[in-house]
């Protein structure tokens, strides 16, 4: 999507026999397709095409010879024996970033694992760090293995992209899962590692930061930051309690931490004799990083929303927009996701070649859709 956004012009495959199964992944739907595969799949251009049959396989054969990236999250092995290996599609193109996303990886023990994000939020140690301290596990809000080897395998794309302009030649990026969450909780094993210690979920609270939590106020629960001396020492005259900066048990981060059962209670209690408004206005006036623990609806009617373009209507549909601000090449989301194989014969004419009887003939032998 971040590709197609920037500007690559993206074909999504798919099989004609329903598609992507994200877009059955509702309610709510849109039409035929349901919200969430519409919110993910903006400015691509979509191909279906049966991978079942030989000539499917030499359409996509086809398309990789003209293609500079191919991404695929099949499990490992199935593009091999489906004909559309690495070395096969190298050997068709030498160029070609071909960059395989899975669960595991291309090798190891539980490379022929199946997987989807919940899973790989469970087996890369992140929901046990999540939820509240009473022990009560929960599921990251959002898809965050997804998304997060989703965003590495760009980072791998645009690095092996930078490679190939010196050399000319493209690579195999291999990005699993599990490795893409190890690395984004990097700070998370850094303590185990350097403690021994198995962190717990500790609700909103970081273990090495005090206060770094969500508090409650009168009316509402307001998250505040506290991650330096220099902002301990603005925010305790900010409350109204400026005795707290110097008090031998909270003077700084390392006792803080250590005292945390004590201190966090106090600060509670005193943020709860006002509202989540009136302390942010104080914390903020104060250098205090602040805000209110906010639904998708306030984000969403947000100002900061709204001059940031992170909102964008596309033919009647209201998509994220981009996250990258580039003045000298700007993204934007270009079209709304593609009804299943709506770009089929368009493709194959105007990028492979073929004439209008040859297409028939692939949709009357059920390749494509007719």
């Known amino acids: 999507m971040l590709l197609a956004d920037y500007g690559a012009t993206v074909y999504k495959i798919e099989s004609p026999e329903g598609g992507d199964v994200g877009r059955s992944w509702g309610p709510p739907y849109t039409g035929e397709d349901s919200s969430y595969f519409l919110g993910l799949n903006a400015s691509k251009q979509g191909v279906a095409i049966d991978l079942k049959k030989p000539e499917g396989v030499e ?48 090798n190891g023990p539980r490379r022929d694992d199946a997987a989807m994000d919940l899973i790989l939020q469970a087996s890369s140690g992140l929901i046990s760090v999540t939820g509240t301290p009473e022990g009560h596990l929960a599921r990251c809000g959002h898809s965050v293995a997804d998304i997060t080897s989703g965003m590495f395998a760009l980072i791998g794309i645009l690095m092996a992209l930078r490679v190939r302009d010196r050399t000319g030649e493209g690579q195999f990026v291999d990005v699993s899962m599990f490795d893409s969450m190890v690395s984004a909780m990097a700070s998370n ?92 206005a104080v914390l903020q006036s104060a250098g205090i990083p602040c805000t209110p623990i906010r639904d998708l609806r306030e984000v969403v009617e947000d100002p900061q929303s709204q001059a940031r373009e992170m909102f964008v209507a596309v033919d009647g549909f209201t998509v994220t927009g981009v996250p990258v601000k580039l003045p000298a090449a700007p993204g934007r989301v270009r079209h709304r996701a593609p009804r299943l194989g709506e770009h089929t014969r368009e493709i194959l004419s105007g990028v492979l070649g073929l004439n209008a009887e040859a297409i028939e003939a692939l949709a009357k032998d059920g390749v494509i859709p007719a």
């Not at 499990?75 to 030498?94: I, K, Q, T």
């Not at 090495?208 to 301990?232: C, G, H, Q």
């Open 59 to 106: 359409l996509c054969r086809k398309l990789i010879g003209k293609a500079d990236v191919l991404i695929e999250n099949m499990r490992p092995g199935v593009m091999d024996r489906l004909g559309l290996s690495y070395s096969a599609a190298r050997a068709r193109n030498p160029r070609l970033i071909y960059c395989s996303i899975s669960g595991y990886g291309q």
């Open 189 to 280: 094993f850094a303590n185990f590692l350097g403690s021994g210690t198995l962190p717990k979920p500790m609700g909103t609270a970081f273990p090495t930061i005090v206060p770094y939590a969500a508090f409650p106020a009168r009316d509402r629960e307001i998250v505040i930051a506290v991650a330096s001396e220099k902002l301990w020492q603005a925010f305790c005259p900010a409350i109204g309690h400026p005795e707290l900066a110097a008090h031998p048990d909270y003077a700084t981060n390392a006792v803080r931490v250590k005292n945390r059962a004590v201190l966090e209670p106090l600060l509670g209690e005193i943020l709860s004799r006002r509202t989540c408004a009136e302390w942010t």
